[in-house]
């Protein structure tokens, strides 16, 4: 395992009047640099050569390292590259999808802006259970066996990308003929059965807040919240429900985009609560605690009940819904402040306080 006192060891290297931002060309990349500039930093995107089209129309990356697969990170050569351009690399969803949490705590010796440990608890299932309890939060019900379904569930295949592959099943025989039809369609292997979640479907919608958790600033920051565009969830309605049993549909969950919304007021005290209890828990279990963003996923029931299924310990994706302003942001700021430039701001105000250890790992 990589130790704070290693990555600052790295940061002595560095000349922080040049300090990039840099991260894997994909998923909020472009929040991310546009944040950067906007607070003055140079960015660096490690990018797939097919991608970089993205970076000639919307020019945010003054340098673009190329690789073949994200999981180059990890090469010598791209490391050396990354620090010699004095880089903190900022973590998103690509990190994890494409690079496993033990690859990035022990073998990245890049500084990271946010808490690395946490990383492991936001991608296994039963440490985020463990967290997200600790922290008082209203969670699904997890079933162990297909035999114990009693109610309608959603079942989440190992390392599945944004929901890929995902089905509700309300039985155990439902469970095993759809489970069938999953392999069949290439999406699962007969021996990752035993290690589909089996949890509690919450009728509601989805509703997903931003949180920044400032070290500089010792504060938890309520900044957007969004909603999915889910493929072919979103869909479905649009079938009337004879063709839709005539058909024998089911709904899968592959994210395709987000879209901003706005709560009713009411439900903010308690969304605030629980970004605050989830930092606190998060000190105790894997101190400092979350340096930066980090979102819950939530499901808003019509008993106003907010059950939250996962967390996610990073930038995510949704947050470039408040590209340029979300709502939230703007009452704290007023316009122009968003995920990626509130990330820059921390590294800028903590530069100027001598204080860019506290913030990395
Ligand atoms: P990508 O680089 O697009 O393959 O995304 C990396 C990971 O982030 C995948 O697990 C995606 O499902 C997830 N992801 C990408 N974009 C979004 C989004 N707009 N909202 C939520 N999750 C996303
Ligand atoms: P995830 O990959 O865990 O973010 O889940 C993908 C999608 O599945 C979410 O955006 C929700 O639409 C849906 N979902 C996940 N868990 C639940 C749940 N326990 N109850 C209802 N819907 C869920």
Redesign the pocket.
């Known amino acids: 395992m990589i130790t704070r006192e290693e990555i600052a060891e790295i940061l002595k290297t560095y000349d922080l009047g040049k300090l990039a931002i840099g991260t894997l060309g994909s998923h909020s990349a472009l929040n991310i640099f546009k944040g950067a500039k906007e607070e003055g930093f140079k960015t660096v995107s490690i990018c797939k050569k097919s991608d970089a089209i993205i970076y000639k129309k919307f020019p945010l990356a003054d340098e673009i390292v190329f690789v073949e697969d994200f999981s180059e990170l990890l090469n010598d050569n791209v490391q050396e590259k990354l620090r010699e351009l004095n880089v903190v690399l900022v973590p998103h969803g690509s990190f994890t999808a494409y690079l496993s949490t033990e690859e990035i705590t022990n073998k990245l010796y890049v500084p990271m802006l946010g808490n690395r440990q946490l990383l492991h608890w936001e991608a296994d299932r039963k440490k985020q259970k463990k967290w997200l309890s600790k922290a008082g939060l209203k969670l699904?019900r997890t079933f162990e066996k297909p035999e114990e379904i009693n109610r309608l569930i959603?079942a989440?295949l190992p390392g599945?990308k944004?929901?890929k592959g995902?089905f509700l099943a309300n039985s155990r025989e439902s469970f095993h003929k759809k489970v069938k039809e999953i392999i069949k369609r290439g999406l699962l292997s007969e021996k990752d059965v035993a290690h589909i979640h089996l949890?509690?479907?919450?009728l509601g919608v989805?509703v997903y807040p931003h949180y920044f958790s400032s070290i500089i600033d010792d504060d938890v920051e309520f900044l957007g919240v969004d909603k999915?565009y889910?493929s072919a969830?979103d869909a479905i309605g649009r079938i009337p429900a004879e063709e839709q049993l005539e058909i024998g549909i089911s709904p899968t969950?592959t994210i395709v985009g987000n879209m901003p919304i706005t709560l009713r007021e009411s439900l903010l005290p308690e969304l605030i609560r629980m970004g605050d209890n989830v930092v606190k828990a998060s000190r105790e279990i894997a101190p400092p605690g979350i340096i930066g963003p980090f979102c819950l996923?939530t499901?808003v029931t019509d008993n106003l009940e907010i059950?939250t299924?996962?967390i996610s310990a990073r930038i995510v994706a949704g947050t470039n819904v408040g590209l340029g302003t979300s709502p939230y942001a703007y009452l704290k700021y007023g316009e122009n402040m968003y995920m990626g430039r509130r990330i820059s701001l921390e590294v800028k105000n903590a530069i100027k306080q001598k204080r860019v250890n506290e913030i990395i790992t």
Do not use: L, M, T
């Open positions: 699904p959603i989440k599945a944004g929901g995902y949890q509690e479907y919450i989805n999915r889910e969830v969950y996923e499901v059950y299924f996962e």
